[in-house]
Each structure stands twice: as C-alpha cells, then as structure tokens.
C-alpha cells in the first residue's frame, strides 16, 4: 500500500551534519505520522523522532537540540536534518509511516560518524 524510499546517508566527521529524506508513495491518508528510527550493530531499535501530518513533532533525548525533522505533505515526504554529529550517532536509519493502525518500514539507510 505505502512505499517509502530514504536517501542522504553517507560518511562524515564527528561535528558536522547530514540531511535524510524519505518519499512515501502508494495509498498515503491523513491523518498519519512519519518519523525515523536507528539501529546501531548488535542494538535495539530506537525511535528517533516523529511528525505528525499536522506537524507536531516529537524527538528522542539523545537528540533533542541537535536534530530536526520536518515533512511537506505536498511531496509526502519527511527530512531528519541531523547537526552536531557524533560517533554515537552511526547507525542505520529507518523512515515509518503510520496511517489507519498501519506501520510501513524503509529499507534503511547508513549513516557513519567518524571521530
């Protein structure tokens, strides 16, 4: 029903930034939420932060001051603008999409944080 295609990781230095995106397509309703997730090599997966079609945002403590996330309903998309990296950061990132008890995953995308 829903796809989600994530882009925008890559490598980069302790201290600097990234932006990930991700583009729903398929049967997309409101109301919804999208937001991101991480996984990090032999770790639970946590929950980043999330946003609401209504843009009512939420975030985890980890990350509170140093992220961002933010959509346009229009392109039904979601960004996670990321500052201030850390190596505790590196991870793989997932892209949700919640809609009508619903969850759809992406398939994930590297981000890697050097010291």
């Known amino acids: 029903q829903v796809q989600l295609v994530e882009s925008g990781g890559g490598l980069v230095q302790a201290g600097g930034s990234l932006r990930l995106s991700c583009a729903a397509s398929g049967s997309i309703f409101s109301p919804n939420a999208m937001g991101w997730y991480r996984q990090a090599p032999g770790e639970q997966r946590e929950l980043v932060a999330t946003?609401?079609?209504?843009?009512?945002?939420n975030y985890a403590d980890s990350v509170k001051g140093r992220f961002t996330v933010s959509r346009d309903n229009a392109k039904n998309t979601v960004y996670l603008r990321m500052n201030s990296l850390k190596p505790e950061d590196t991870a793989v990132y997932y892209c949700?999409?919640?809609?009508?008890?619903?969850?759809?995953w992406g398939q994930g995308t590297q981000v890697t944080v050097s010291s």
């Open positions: 946003i609401s079609s209504s843009g009512s945002t």
């Open positions: 949700v999409h919640y809609q009508r008890r619903s969850y759809y």
